[in-house]
């Protein structure tokens, strides 16, 4: 691969990046999620932008399973409910799984309590969403959920502004 399409492909999986935590802080701006993850750094551009959209941005440290430390960025309006996950995660090593973080996670980022069951049950089970819906969303929707297609609505709308503030960041000197 020449090192002109290595660069360009890290352009575009930068900007998704920066345009994918610009959503999640939409979407938390907007009280949709009480709480975003993002599980990689962002530029200081796009770290301001979050800040500038009334989120407080906290740094939770988490240990991978083959022991290496992992930062992850918590984005949130409310300070006590930050608080309280970094307290239940900070220093904690990453377990996937596992029925209790799967319900806590489920509360801190507002996935609704039915999808995390089904996805207990069974990790695998589609939902009735077409793929453009599911493709929005940051949970495993559950087959036949009456309150994931509720969300939806939101998370275009989200979607939509996140784009144009990624946009409009971009096109600042």
């Known amino acids: 691969m020449s090192v002109m399409r290595k660069s360009l492909e890290h352009l575009l999986d930068s900007n998704k990046l920066e345009e ?10 907007m009280g949709v999620k009480p709480l975003s993850r993002l ?17 407080r941005v906290v740094s939770v440290r988490r240990v991978a ?3 290496s430390e992992v930062i992850h960025w918590i984005l949130g309006r409310d300070s006590g409910l ?6 239940d995660f900070d220093g904690t090593p ?9 319900r806590a996670e489920a509360r801190y980022f507002g996935f609704p309590a039915c ?12 939902s009735t969403l077409t793929p453009e819906e599911q493709g929005l969303l940051f949970h495993r929707a559950c087959p036949g959920c009456k ?16 784009k144009r503030l990624h946009k409009e960041l971009r096109l600042l000197p």
């Open 147 to 162: 309150e994931t297609p509720k969300l939806i609505p939101l998370y275009r709308s989200a979607l939509r502004e996140a």
């Open 115 to 126: 999808c995390a069951e089904a996805y207990i049950r069974d990790p695998l089970a589609l």
């Open 82 to 87: 930050i608080d309280q996950y970094k307290s």
């Open 65 to 67: 399973q083959d022991g």
């Open 20 to 29: 994918d935590a610009i959503y999640l802080g939409v979407l938390t701006a």
């Open 39 to 55: 599980e990689y750094a962002v530029a200081p551009d796009v770290l301001s932008l979050l800040q500038d959209l009334r989120l």
């Open 94 to 102: 990453i377990r996937e799984g596992i029925p209790a973080v799967i």
